[in-house]
């Protein structure tokens, strides 16, 4: 497994090493040895899989509160996304900073989310779908956003007017977000 950096340190992409032949390929998705191996010791506890039928959708910016903070690691099983971390970590160095990567099925390349960061994709071609495994369960009550246009991030969105979920469209921005990690 290759690990590319980010220019966020605790964000980081990895790229498993395929396999592949006239048949297809095999790899290896995820591997707890390989990784602890890397410094990743998240104790993962479910997968979710969603599916975007249209490209321009966009979901995030997404993170959960303490004591229910998730990490996340995130794949795309069919399709393309721009993945986008936010550093949403009071007093850090890299405070409201973030890191756009392109996931896609031909690639293969993973990336990981750690407490503390805000997530969020934006879908680059039709019937988008994506993996991801968390290390803490959905919690509606520790569940917050930061609205995907915020002019402070500054994110460079691949699209400009995406197709929202009604609960993207209300994020509050990064000074008005609920932030709590500890």
Not at 85 to 103: A, H, Y
Request: proline share 6%; aromatic share 8%.
């Amino acid at each position: 497994m290759k690990e590319i950096s980010t220019k966020l340190p605790d964000v980081r992409v990895f790229e498993p090493t395929a396999h592949g032949d006239h048949r297809g390929f095999f790899m290896e998705s995820y591997n707890r040895q390989i990784l602890a191996n890397l410094g990743i010791h998240q104790e993962f506890i479910q997968d979710n899989h969603s599916l975007s039928v249209q490209a321009g959708i966009l979901r995030g910016l997404h993170y959960q509160l303490a004591p229910k903070a998730q990490s996340k690691l995130v794949r795309v099983l069919s399709g393309a996304v721009y993945d986008v971390v936010v550093d949403i970590r009071k007093g850090s160095p890299t405070f409201g900073e973030w890191v756009g990567v392109i996931l896609s099925a031909e690639n293969k390349r993973q990336i990981l989310v750690p407490q503390g960061f805000a997530h969020g994709v934006c879908t680059l071609v039709p019937n988008t779908q994506l993996l991801y495994k968390v290390d803490q369960y959905y919690s509606p009550q520790h569940d917050r956003g930061i609205l995907w246009n915020d002019p402070q991030l500054g994110i460079d969105w691949p699209v400009s007017d995406p197709i929202l979920s009604d609960k993207d469209r209300q994020h509050p921005h990064l000074q008005q977000a609920e932030i709590n990690f500890i």
